[in-house]
């Protein structure tokens, strides 16, 4: 019997960043009264110890204190997006301040909560909501990989036959957005409003003294502020579903019209940090490095995020990735290896210099000067590098080769602007 009700036990790890011992016991104490879930809570009180903890992404969630001595829970929010925080962090407040709950929403904060106006299940949901929309971007983010994966592909028909899927992964989200909008309307507490209703009705000739005399009379204010704390919570919630889904929706709208526009599509500048990009882009090419003898070194330079269109970025690195592998498999058996290299542009301040390097096949001299010509490339060599040189050019940077010759393998260095993304957060 013990072990399945483990089973259904929830286990969660929670960050308290908050400056006072004495409301973090508080918090502790709160979240051990919710039922199925278990807490397992780490408390930090300082700025330094909740930021270094933040970039450890070990938790599942985060309850962030406003007040934090010198800084706030705002300058927390704000170093987060130099690193691209994954974990969901509630803002919790002593006061109800809607200015410092739009900023921090504005930050990149899963929720806001005024610590006198919460309980238990409250707290719960909060927690739970967080959870589920980090989950949700994660499937969308994930979708977002599949599609550039699929741009690749030779022909839009290619990339047809992927649309269905991609689609049915973003209805997964809003199937979950809708349950939750629909959880909350069963939750409102219709049936007791009307009994209260029928009682001041049964008692319309003497309210008052059936208010300030009667037992039943006596608790009705209180359970009016009660049901007034629970329906703005239900609305805040319900609210943001919705926005989540009507912004889902739109997800399928895009993925629609890349099937169409692909080839011409405008950017979407959106926080990226590079070192991710340039992981997922070697993962999509993955197979094979290890059968054909591949070795990878990577010396990736540690940069806040930067406003960039992602899916450009990625595509321009992925086929970097898969030319190398070709060239080095053309080559021949042998030892071989893949080095992915990203530091500070050597001339050019606030450029970052990304390099692909292989010790392949090569590129003759009578190529390097048209490697990037859009005729290159057509018998299997240098596949797609006059698009990733355009790409390059859209995002305001640049794409170039070296080589030292046939068989001495080739370096692409890609070079790209860093703006960093507080500016939109601030705006």
């Not at 070990?58 to 987060?80: F, N, P, S």
């Not at 919460?118 to 499937?139: F, G, Q, S, V, Y």
């Not at 070709?326 to 071989?336: E, L, P």
Request: charged share 25%; proline share 3%; hydrophobic share 40%.
């Amino acid at each position: 019997m013990s072990i399945g009700m483990k089973a259904d036990v929830d286990y969660v790890r929670v960050l308290l960043i908050d400056d006072s011992e004495d409301d973090a016991i508080i918090a502790r104490a709160m979240l051990s009264r919710v039922r199925g879930v278990v807490f397992e809570e780490e408390w930090v009180p300082t700025f330094d110890e909740g930021v270094r903890k933040l970039k450890e992404n070990t938790h599942d969630v985060c309850l962030l204190d406003y007040c934090l001595g010198k800084e706030t829970g705002l300058d927390v929010l704000r170093e987060t997006l130099k690193f691209g925080c994954r974990v969901p962090i509630i803002m919790l407040t002593g006061t109800n301040n809607q200015e410092i709950d739009i900023q921090a929403i504005k930050l990149g904060a899963a929720d806001y909560v005024v610590k006198g106006e919460t309980n238990p299940d409250l707290m719960e949901r909060a927690i739970r909501h967080a959870r589920e929309r980090k989950r949700a971007r994660t499937e969308r983010e994930l979708l977002n990989q599949q599609l550039v994966e699929s741009s690749r592909l030779a022909g839009m028909g290619e990339v047809a036959s992927h649309i269905l899927h991609n689609v049915g992964n973003v209805l997964n989200s809003i199937n979950v957005s809708a349950g939750l909008v629909s959880q909350y309307l069963h939750e409102m507490p219709i049936d007791d409003i009307s009994r209260i209703a029928h009682l001041l009705e049964d008692h319309k000739d003497d309210v008052s003294a059936f208010l300030t005399s009667h037992p039943k009379g006596k608790r009705i204010p209180l359970f009016l502020n009660q049901v007034e704390v629970l329906l703005r919570q239900h609305f805040t919630d319900a609210n943001k579903e919705l926005e989540g889904l009507v912004s889902q929706l739109d997800h399928v709208n895009q993925i629609m019209a890349t099937q169409k526009t692909l080839a011409n599509a405008t950017q979407v500048v959106e926080p990226v940090i590079l070192g991710e990009l340039i992981e997922q882009a070697l993962l999509m090419n993955q197979p094979g490095f290890e059968t054909a003898g591949i070795a990878i070194t990577r010396e990736i330079l540690d940069v806040p995020q930067v406003l960039i269109d992602r899916h450009q970025v990625l595509q321009i690195l992925f086929n970097l990735i898969r030319n190398a592998k070709d060239a080095m498999q053309a080559q021949g058996v042998g030892s071989h290896r893949l080095t992915l290299l990203m530091v500070n542009h050597p001339d050019r301040e606030g450029f970052v210099r990304i390099q692909v390097g292989d010790t392949g096949i090569g590129i003759c001299p009578e190529h390097q000067t048209r490697i990037f010509a859009q005729t290159f490339g057509t018998n299997k060599k240098g596949k797609g590098l006059h698009g990733c040189a355009l790409a390059a050019k859209k995002l305001g940077g640049s794409l170039t080769a070296w080589s030292a010759g046939t068989g001495h393998g080739a370096t692409f260095s890609l070079d790209l602007p860093m703006k960093t993304p507080e500016v939109i957060a601030l705006s």
